[in-house]
């Protein structure tokens, strides 16, 4: 039989997928689940059981979570990248590389064919195929619940006729856990107005006091929590998350531009990329000169759009890491920071290569480099242009 690698979550969807590329389709099914840091092992463990009842010809759990953080959150935390100065990209780049690891998974194994469970009403249907069709054109995609349009009624119906006995209960919430934040769908961001109640999110409140943490980075990446080092900042990631998570930071809901025209919210919550990010901004506005921190803040939204549309792929991603990393250099040090239920303060920075350094001058008392009257002159000069302007257009300037 022809084989399909089929992007396997274990819900309604793609439970019906497995069925209907077998029987309908006749094909060979190879499930794999790409893990980008949102499993435990008991949950793996549980959709692999749920992958064999369903009579999957193989099953596959692919761990990218380094890849995921060496390819592309380091370059998240360079930018600074909150997509409307919001929404920290939690979905938008792990489904990327979930693709990314579908499309070499199937070559692996030889599979003529690809699928995916995406509805055509979202942002994943893009992304998957985008990727898919850029790697691997030779691989066909296939696409049943976009192309079918069925109810999610019918899809149970259609498996329950198959024998296949299975809780597919919807959750009042949808809720997609990664190591770069957890996204939170349900009828309150289908529309304009509501706002997401707390048992929304998936992390209660737990935390009532206040404490500090110290976050060391090293070149820009996360290495130490609290004077801790560790090996992989991955680990630093979630460290910081376990310390963080109980006081509820980090939730918030993201408005923006679908890449299919429309208009979309999702909730968040992302407790350790916001702080991480808010961390390393502040010690970059110490560490960075101004136009650093201007064209680093340009070349990082054009990142975290293009990322967000599917188009990781594209070369100029790399020329804009390259540009990223190499800004990195002297963004070293320690950020002081207070966690607080639902809130969280910067409280400041050290660093060898601090540039507000007091020996040139503190800023509103004294001046230790320049003189008043080189001041005077300066500010002479500087006053040209727009002096010029003004006296030869007068009235009308």
């Not at 596959?60 to 380094?66: A, K």
């Not at 929304?200 to 935390?207: E, I, R, W």
């Not at 969280?344 to 350094?357: A, E, W």
């Amino acid at each position: 039989m022809p084989k399909v690698v089929l992007a396997y979550s274990g819900g309604l969807d793609t439970s019906f997928c497995v069925k209907h590329l077998s029987e309908e389709k006749g094909l060979e099914v190879h499930a794999a689940i790409v893990n980008t840091g949102g499993f435990s092992p008991e949950e793996l463990q549980a959709i692999e059981d749920r992958a064999h009842i369903l009579g999957v010809a193989s099953f596959r759990v692919l761990d990218v979570v380094r890849e995921y953080y060496e390819q592309c959150i380091r370059y998240l935390i360079f930018g600074n990248v909150l997509k409307n100065n919001t929404y920290p990209l939690s979905v938008s780049a792990e489904r990327v590389f979930q693709a990314v690891a579908i499309v070499r998974y199937a070559q692996e194994v030889g599979a003529g064919y690809i699928a995916h469970g995406s509805t055509g009403a979202g942002n994943d249907q893009v992304r998957f195929d985008l990727v898919f069709d850029t790697m691997a054109p030779e691989i066909e995609v296939i696409t049943p619940i976009r192309d079918l349009q069925l109810s999610r009624e019918a899809e149970i119906a259609y498996l329950q006729e198959r024998g296949v006995d299975m809780d597919f209960s919807k959750s009042t919430y949808s809720i997609n856990k990664g190591l770069w934040g957890t996204s939170v769908g349900g009828k309150e961001t289908l529309n304009a107005w509501e706002y997401l109640p707390d048992e929304a999110y998936p992390t209660p409140l737990q935390a009532d006091s206040s404490e500090e943490v110290v976050i060391t980075y090293t070149q820009g990446e996360p290495t130490a929590i609290n004077g801790e080092a560790y090996a992989h900042p991955v680990e630093a990631i979630r460290a910081l998350e376990a310390l963080a998570a109980p006081y509820a930071i980090g939730r918030d809901i993201h408005v923006g531009d679908t890449i299919i025209g429309i208009k979309g919210r999702v909730g968040f919550e992302a407790a350790a990329p916001l702080i991480l990010i808010k961390a390393h901004h502040l010690l970059e506005k110490h560490t960075l000169s101004k136009w650093q921190l201007y064209w680093k803040e340009q070349l990082a939204n054009w990142y975290g759009m293009l990322l967000h549309e599917g188009q990781y792929l594209d070369p100029v991603m790399r020329n804009i890491e390259t540009f990223l990393t190499d800004t990195q250099a002297k963004v070293s040090g320690d950020v002081r920071v207070r966690l607080a239920p639902h809130r969280f303060d910067l409280l400041g920075i050290r660093s060898p290569h601090d540039l507000m350094s007091a020996k040139f001058g503190t800023y509103g008392e004294m001046n230790k480099a320049w003189t008043g009257e080189d001041v005077k002159g300066f500010t002479k000069i500087l006053a040209n242009a727009g002096k010029i302007y003004h006296q030869v257009n007068g009235e009308d300037a």
